[in-house]
């Protein structure tokens, strides 16, 4: 993607890439770096607010750029559905965004701080920029150079979250923010802009439709990362469960499923005989037997499958005291446990989320 180089400024306008003309605002009393500043934070200096730059001491200014990183990285995503009354102020659209973005030492530091304009823009016209899913969709904000592709990219997530990617692309996402930036990087020196917190603040008050689309998709975001956490945690309690179960079982595998398959045949069998009351029940009615008819043949086969159940439950707690002594010491609690050992018997590993 190549960005236009031509000059943006003319008189006090400046145009931005969607065609706006934008009024600059000089500032009115221009300060002189303070002489303690050395260094990066000399040059930093350039990209304070004109109200903050007099008297700063370099501790000061390291804060202050942590505290708008952190208020740009909570608000990104209602700075981009705001952009377009960004597109509309100077002071907004040349507010820094201290990102630190470098790929390399010797990388100039007007680089580093884009303008917040150029990071919309960018974001618009920079396909790459925009990438999913990071809890749905996330923002590139900063780069890490050095050694072969791909590289490190920072991103951030609708919940202000950050996070790193490997990008392919890294050059191309490089440049082209660069590229979009040098148009408007040289105006922060002689003309007014707004902090990041400013910025934040009013977009909030004056613009509070935004505010509530922001917090609408905070709150849908917030929503899908803990349904997933909530699994994920479901997921990983449930393998915890199976390794455990599954140590107490294999000593004893051969012995429980012999006695399962007994169990079923049995169960099966009354099963069976239970289904011959129906319809004994059935000729009652069609007056092929009597009632009493009914009961003489029905007795014995309650009896049998009574006998065919109780069968069934003291395998069951037989086999499971000598298997688990520390687990079983009554038939209710070989009942407890009979579907936990048999679910972890057969177990399949379940879907991770």
């Known amino acids: 993607m190549k960005i236009s180089s031509k000059e943006v400024v003319n008189g006090t306008l400046f145009q931005v890439m969607n065609g706006n003309s934008l009024q600059l605002h ?19 200096w350039n990209y304070l607010p004109s109200s903050l730059r ?15 990183l952190r208020v740009f990285t909570d608000n990104a995503f209602l700075l981009w559905i705001a952009r377009d009354i960004i597109y509309s102020d100077s002071r907004l659209f040349l507010a820094t965004v201290f990102t630190g973005n ?15 304009g150029a990071m919309l823009e960018w974001w618009e ?58 148009r408007y990087n040289t105006l922060r020196r002689e003309h007014e802009a ?9 977009i909030t008050e004056q613009h509070p439709r935004l505010l509530y689309e922001f917090e609408s998709m905070r709150h849908a975001a917030d929503n899908l990362y803990n349904n997933r956490e909530i ?28 006695m399962i398959t007994q169990c079923t045949r049995m169960e099966g069998e009354a099963i069976q005989i239970a ?3 129906v319809e004994l029940e059935e000729q009652v009615k069609n007056r092929k037997i009597t009632q009493t008819e009914l009961l003489e043949q029905w007795l014995p086969l309650k009896k049998q499958r009574a006998s065919l159940l109780n069968q069934s439950q003291r395998l069951l ?24 050992i048999e679910k972890h018997l057969y177990y399949k590993n379940p879907l991770v989320l």
């Open 317 to 340: 707690f037989q086999t499971f005291r000598d298997a688990f002594p520390k687990l079983v010491k009554s038939p209710r609690d070989a009942r407890n446990l009979y579907p936990k």
């Open 54 to 68: 007099k008297g700063m001491s370099a501790r000061q200014v390291l804060i202050w750029e942590r505290d708008q």
């Open 102 to 116: 470098h790929t390399w030492p010797c990388t100039h530091p007007e680089t580093k701080y884009p303008t917040l």
């Open 231 to 258: 699994m994920e945690r479901m997921v990983e309690a449930e393998e915890y469960e199976h390794l455990y179960y599954d140590a107490i079982i294999e000593p004893h595998r051969g012995e429980i499923i012999q």
């Open 194 to 202: 707004y902090s990041m917190s400013e910025v934040v603040s009013i």
């Open 125 to 182: 016209c920079c396909s790459s920029a925009h990438l999913k899913p990071f809890d749905e969709e996330e923002l590139l904000i900063k780069f890490h150079g050095g050694g072969p592709e791909p590289k490190e990219c920072y991103s951030v997530n609708v919940l202000g979250h950050v996070g790193i990617r490997k990008s392919t692309p890294f050059m191309d996402n490089w440049h082209s923010l660069v590229e979009i930036n040098s």
């Open 26 to 44: 000089p500032v009115k009393e221009p300060n002189e770096p303070n002489e303690n500043l050395t260094g990066d934070y000399h040059q930093i």
């Open 275 to 277: 289904s011959r009351y």
